[in-house]
């Protein structure tokens, strides 16, 4: 087991598929198992994504309000 960050959420995961994770490592995770491993420019990349998307999803939502 091992303790993540997600952008700043701090969960447990296990590593059993990934044995050779080691601290300072990115890996994917699933479900609350790491299934890869991924450079640090596609964690940084795909963090950066999600927080757009996170963005994006908040333009939709109706001001209070205005209904």
């Known amino acids: 087991m091992a303790r993540v960050d ?12 990934l044995p050779e994770a080691a601290v300072g490592d990115y890996v ?20 950066e994504d999600l927080r757009r998307l996170d963005e994006l999803a908040g333009e ?5 309000g205005s209904q």
């Open 6 to 17: 997600f952008g700043g959420v701090s969960r447990e995961a296990c590593l059993a598929y």
């Open 28 to 47: 994917l995770i699933h479900a609350g198992f790491a299934i890869a491993m991924v450079d640090e420019a596609e964690a940084r990349q795909t963090l």
């Open 60 to 64: 939709d939502d109706p001001e209070p």
